[in-house]
């Protein structure tokens, strides 16, 4: 419960945070801090790339990097500069999902809590973008969605699966909790505390006068702090691109557009489409009185109307002759289309009785000739042989890159331009230009840059919109290293300086905190310390450190965290300096004015003890279900994150 608190007390109060933390369980089941349960030795008996085994199922390094590679595209929605580095620190939270994903199925399968298709399909349905605009499911939708999101039908099928399992298994168990006022009644009187006291800023540049480093002083400071000036691996990379501009030149042939048009002379031809008014009737001697009647002059429609209910009529538009002979049979089909416009044709016999057709129209469409349809036919078999001399000319690079011809040789012998960059980083920036960008055709293919190695043989790489491909190779590659201490001499003397004035702050704040809780006023303590220090009054009620300036949020937390008269040095969290923070008085809150709030902060703590029953209970399900983690496995896939390129 206190560590209820503690969260509560720095979010608040009405956010709803705390049940925010339940939501993201059920959604998510991002329980990073729930990671390292297992039994027996960690890893024993898995296989080297088997990160973690959930009863029978495993989670190997293969689906670990899919997830990975998903979350990195999301997270280049908001920053496209991210790379694997800069994410490496979300491979435990991803894993912990996919453990209690596998651990929350695997757990209602043992005990007879099956998830069927058909309530997985019902939640499909539901997903953002699958219904079309009819509002029904479209197949099209979904396989749009899952290609965005750069998932499997499976992966999503689980993933659901997964959900539907812990909204019915968590939500019994999280709801079940309940929090009396007399429970939230001093919790919300401590958010009322009011406290009063007095805060000196100690910033370490108020310490830096007289710091001049020797060269030994900036030699050992740089050599104990060489990450900071980690320059990542810079390359030289080649691109060799293999595109519609090496085709140019190929063209269909007359001789081809004449085989073509011949080959598909029906869909140049010129149609013939009819309209009818036909009448069927099922005897001979009643269809000859029909016909004899239409003849004379009557109307088709009128001549079958003695015939009454006898008589179907209906009046076919737009038939062309294979279209009509599909539903009258050839031998109606055959005697209305070689009857004139206007003609009464039959009695015919079909097999739906005897048939009586006037030909209301005839009508000519369509029909090029060969002359009229070169153009389009030249243009569509020069896309073709185009597209099939691209694929033979990449087949023909492929070929002499397996041959051991290098990047020059085969550029030269394709005639395929090449495109150099500078050095550059794994995320396309040169160091050396900061103009420099790289070409956007080409920036989807800079990453097999930064995989082949200078000794390995060129890649081909395709490149997006189906625009082509490209051939990549490094021609130089510079490892990543340190600034030389040289070139960058002014950027390390002023951080030795900052870190030496921070020493000496360090030490100032300490010795005033300690003078001051030990009875001396602030400003006295401060003035035996030499240094001229801004003194601020400090003044706020619990709940409102969560409201605060973030710069001045350690110093209120540590106003909360002293008796009164006491006095402690907390660090500036922008690396400034420091705070000596000193508690003057504590004013209790009135129980009464505590009153309103004490209904929220039940809700509050009630939300937050179902966070710790859910959590208990996914705990518990791990516990049953036998969780391993391969912790060898896992260290090494975050150091590859860790230093891979994007």
């Known amino acids: 419960m206190l560590a209820s608190f503690r969260r509560l007390s720095k979010s608040k109060i009405g956010t709803g945070i705390m049940a ?23 890893g024993f008996g898995l296989g080297s790339s088997t990160l973690a085994k959930i009863g029978g199922e495993e989670i190997n390094e293969k689906e670990m990097s899919d997830a990975m590679e998903r979350h990195l595209s999301q997270v280049r929605q908001q920053n496209p500069n991210a790379d694997y580095p800069s994410i490496a620190g979300d491979v435990d939270p991803l894993l912990a999902e996919m453990i209690d994903q596998s651990a929350v199925i695997a757990f209602a399968n043992k005990y007879g809590f099956d998830i069927s298709k058909r309530l997985i399909d019902a939640e499909i349905a539901d997903l953002p973008g699958v219904r079309g605009l009819n509002g029904k499911p479209s197949v099209q939708g979904y396989q749009q969605l899952l290609a965005q999101n750069r998932l499997t039908d499976a992966e999503v099928r689980r ?160 038939q062309t002759r294979e279209a009509y002979a599909s539903v009258a049979g050839d031998k109606v089909a055959a005697a209305a289309f070689s009857a ?64 051991g011809s290098n990047f020059s040789e085969i550029a030269a012998a394709s005639k395929l331009p090449v495109t150099t960059t500078p050095l550059i980083m794994a995320n396309g920036v040169s160091r050396a230009d900061a103009a420099y960008k790289i070409p956007p055709e080409l920036a989807a293919a800079l990453k097999t840059g930064f995989d082949v190695a200078p000794s390995d043989q060129p890649e081909i790489a395709s490149l997006p919109d189906k625009s082509g491909y490209v051939m990549v190779s490094p021609s130089e590659v510079v490892p990543a290293a340190p600034e030389p ?34 009875g001396m006023s602030l400003a006295d303590a401060v003035k035996q310390s030499g240094a001229l220090l801004p003194i601020q009054p400090l003044k706020a009620r619990r709940l409102q450190i969560a409201q605060a300036n973030p710069e001045v949020v350690p110093a209120l937390r540590t106003l909360f965290s002293l008796p009164a008269g006491k006095a402690r040095m907390v660090t500036d969290t922008q690396g400034r300096g420091f705070f000596v923070v000193k508690v003057d008085k504590i004013n209790p809150a009135n129980a009464l004015a505590a009153i309103p709030l004490i209904g929220q902060m039940r809700s509050e703590l009630q939300q937050a003890t179902s966070d710790d029953y859910a959590r208990q209970f996914v705990a518990a399900i791990r516990e049953d279900i036998k969780v391993r983690r391969n912790e060898d496995a896992i260290r090494a896939l975050k150091q590859r994150f860790a230093t891979s390129g994007s």
């Open 20 to 42: 925010a933390v339940l939501l993201a369980i059920l959604a998510g089941f991002a329980l990073a801090d729930l990671s390292n349960f297992g039994t027996g030795i960690p």
């Open 340 to 403: 004139p416009s206007g003609a009464i044709v039959g009695p015919v016999q079909s097999d739906f009785g005897w048939a009586v057709i006037k030909v209301e129209s005839v009508k000519t469409i369509g029909g090029k000739s060969l002359a009229a349809a070169k153009t389009e036919i030249a243009a569509k078999l020069t896309d073709e042989r185009r597209k099939e001399a691209l694929e033979d000319l990449v087949d023909k690079v492929q070929d002499s890159v397996e041959g």
């Open 485 to 518: 201490l040289a070139k960058i001499r002014d950027r390390v003397v002023g951080d030795w300086t900052a870190a030496q004035g921070l020493v000496r702050a360090k030490a100032a704040a300490a010795a005033i905190a300690t003078k001051s809780s030990q």
């Open 159 to 318: 993933r659901l699966a997964a959900q539907i399992a812990a909204r019915y298994l968590l939500l019994p168990v999280s709801a079940v909790a309940r929090v009396p006022s007399g429970v939230a009644s001093p919790y919300a009187q401590m958010l009322l505390e009011e406290r009063e006291g007095e805060a000196a800023v100690v910033p370490f540049t108020a310490f830096t006068a007289g710091l001049n480093p020797t060269d030994p002083d900036l030699q050992r400071y740089y050599a104990a702090n060489r990450d900071r000036y980690m320059v990542p691996e810079q390359r030289v990379v080649r691109f060799a691109r293999i595109g519609p501009d090496q085709v140019a030149n190929v063209a269909a042939t007359d001789q081809e557009v004449e085989a073509y048009y011949k080959a598909n002379q029906s869909a140049y031809a010129t149609k013939e489409t009819r309209d009818f008014t036909q009448v069927v009737v099922p005897d001979q001697a009643t269809a000859n009185a029909i016909a004899a009647r239409a003849k004379a002059g009557a109307k088709l429609v009128a001549a079958a109307a003695p015939a009454g209910a006898n008589a179907a009529v209906s009046s076919p538009a737009g």
